[in-house]
Structure formats: structure tokens, C-alpha cells
């Protein structure tokens, strides 16, 4: 599986960006596939995430509301819109999928810099 993930920039606070994870080497029947992010001094967290098939969505809490994760199948492109940016948003964004009945995520597309200004 390959990921590559795009869509990263500099913002304002209250602004809005949207992330693009392009996923390519298989099908994705049964997958989830997911957005993950570090910020500086911080462990990686989880953001969101969705499974393939049935677009079944998960989300942080502290994205809840603000965030919203799709894919289109037929692009076999996941997409994290992020509207009411805030500073603390600021991280490197990764992509990740798993396997069907997998517990962790095994593939890990290389990070998307987003950095909110206040």
C-alpha cells in the first residue's frame, strides 16, 4: 500500500484547508483509512478515520465539528476538510490505512506540514 498525502500550507486562525491521501498497490475493500497528526514535543494522535467500504466515520474529540473525513472510491483518495482552524491544529498530518481486522494501522504515508497562524 502507498499513501501520499497532500495538501498542507500555512493558514490563519478561523481559516480552512483540505488534505488529499491518495492511495495506491491494492484494493481497498474493508480497509479503514485514516488521518493521524504530530505536533512539535508531542506524541502522534489520532484524528479520524473511515472504513472503505461503508464510509463509517471516526473522530478526536477535539476535531469534532470542526473536521470532516470522506473518500471517493473512485479516485482512491481519502480527504480530511479542515474548517475553524486553530493554533493548536498545527502539526504534520499523515495518512494511514489497516489491514481488514488489523488492531494497528501498517501503512504510513509520509506527513503534510499544517501550521495555523494566529
Known amino acids: 500500500v502507498q499513501l501520499q498525502a497532500s495538501g498542507g500550507g500555512l493558514v490563519q486562525a478561523g481559516g480552512s484547508l483540505r488534505l488529499s491521501c491518495k492511495a495506491s498497490?491494492?484494493?481497498?475493500?474493508?480497509?479503514?483509512l485514516g488521518w493521524f497528526r504530530r505536533a512539535p514535543g508531542k506524541e502522534r494522535e489520532f484524528v479520524a478515520s473511515i472504513t472503505w467500504n461503508l464510509a463509517t466515520t471516526y473522530y478526536a474529540d477535539s476535531v469534532k465539528g470542526r473536521f470532516t473525513i470522506s473518500r471517493d472510491k473512485t479516485e482512491n483518495t481519502v480527504y480530511l476538510q479542515m474548517n475553524s482552524l486553530k493554533p493548536g491544529d498545527t502539526a504534520v498530518y499523515y495518512c494511514?490505512?489497516?489491514?481488514?481486522?488489523?488492531?494497528?494501522?501498517?501503512?504510513w504515508g509520509q506527513g503534510t506540514q499544517v501550521t495555523v497562524s494566529s
Open positions: 498497490g491494492r484494493t481497498f475493500t474493508n480497509y479503514s
Open positions: 494511514a490505512a489497516r489491514n481488514p481486522g488489523a488492531r494497528e494501522w501498517n501503512s
